[in-house]
């Protein structure tokens, strides 16, 4: 048990070969989540809360291009963005949640919003960004979103009539179109493409995430994602629902998500992680790998989450090969990872 306040992150999970890895990239990320990860800490180790944490850590991820969400995010089948954030807070249940954003360019600032300021919890499209503008965010136009390795990757997505699972395009952007395709192959991927990212094409999920417990004992969580690949217009994952891709309450845990969405929605596996651990009496660490491990597979569910509980533990199980993760805590230096 270790009561100090904690953050973890996440930057979305895969198939990530550490043979197919250049050192360079491992580096660019590793110093990534590093620097987020600080950011974080710094919050909770000057009192801060862990919403305040939770959130400068996802709006700092949306500000980089590495990750599938805000400035970064994959393209829809119309060739436009379609942005989804949400936070919960642990101490009091609030929550807020935006989707089908185009112009916000910070989704978890406007989540946050809807949290302190909205007697609802989820606002769509137009109505999410009215409620934005009403609030005095930064809009930014469309063309923000856009990233050339992105727009590359949908290309082939679309020319593949399919939806990818965020970065899935980035290979095959690069010439790599088959997942057996071997390490050396797909370490070339990165060239004039997405930040080098050698990632099993067929096996990728992206969107962003933040947990933490602060020193007051509260806990609070945090998703933003662009979703996936050429989806439709309109389509909404898991990441903005409260319940599936994000969820806290301080009597149980803050759990955030990353994977395939549709699975994680009919799995309601954010709130499934807390209800083991409230109704059952299961450990943090047990809950959380039976939704990722057991649960999620059962439907071909593939990703992972970040969970921490009220007593400090923390957790970052995923089904997949590798999963852009790390945590810190206060008075330690961050331990990041990528690899299985
Ligand atoms: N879960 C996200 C969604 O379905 C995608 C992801 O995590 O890559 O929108």
């Not at 960004?129 to 590359?152: I, S, W």
């Not at 997405?194 to 990632?199: F, N, T, V």
């Not at 992206?206 to 690949?229: C, F, I, K, R, W």
Request: aromatic share 6%.
């Amino acid at each position: 048990m270790n009561t100090s306040p904690v953050i973890a992150i996440h930057g979305g999970a895969g198939t990530i070969l550490r043979t197919a890895m250049a050192s360079e990239t491992e580096a660019q990320y590793l110093a990534a989540l590093s620097g987020i990860l600080a950011a974080g800490q710094k919050i909770l180790a000057e009192g801060g809360s862990a919403l305040d944490a939770v959130t400068e850590a996802v709006r700092l991820l949306e500000d980089c291009p590495f990750f599938n969400a805000g400035h970064g995010s994959v393209f829809t089948a119309a060739g436009t963005h379609e942005l989804d954030a949400s936070i919960m807070d642990g101490r009091t249940l609030e929550a807020g949640a935006v989707c089908c954003v185009k112009r916000v360019r910070n989704p978890v600032l406007a989540a946050r919003r809807v949290l302190e300021h909205s007697e609802h919890v989820l606002f769509t499209g137009e109505g999410a960004e009215a409620f934005a503008a009403a609030q005095g965010l930064e809009f930014v136009e469309p063309g923000y979103f856009h990233t050339d390795a992105r727009h590359r990757q949908w290309l082939l997505a679309r020319g593949a009539q399919r939806a990818m699972l965020d970065h899935d395009g980035a290979t095959l952007a690069a010439g790599v179109d088959k997942a057996s395709d071997n390490a050396a192959h797909q370490a070339e991927a990165g060239e004039g493409g997405l930040p080098h990212e050698p990632i099993d094409p067929n096996r990728k999920h992206g969107t962003v995430g933040a947990v933490a417990l602060d020193v007051q004992g509260h806990l609070a969580a945090a998703t933003s994602t662009g979703g996936v690949t050429n989806k439709q217009p309109g389509r909404v994952g898991d990441s903005p629902l409260i319940g599936a891709g994000c969820y806290a309450d301080d009597a149980t845990c803050a759990v955030s998500t990353t994977g395939s969405g549709e699975m994680f929605m009919r799995m309601v596996a954010a709130y499934d992680v807390a209800a083991q651990m409230r109704y059952g009496g299961a450990t943090l660490a047990d809950a959380a790998a039976n939704v990722v491990m057991e649960r999620l597979p059962r439907i071909d569910g593939r990703g992972g989450l970040i969970a921490v509980d009220a007593r400090g533990n923390v957790t970052l199980p995923f089904n997949t090969e590798g999963m852009y993760r790390g945590y810190a805590r206060v008075g330690d230096a961050p331990v990041v990872a990528i690899y299985r």
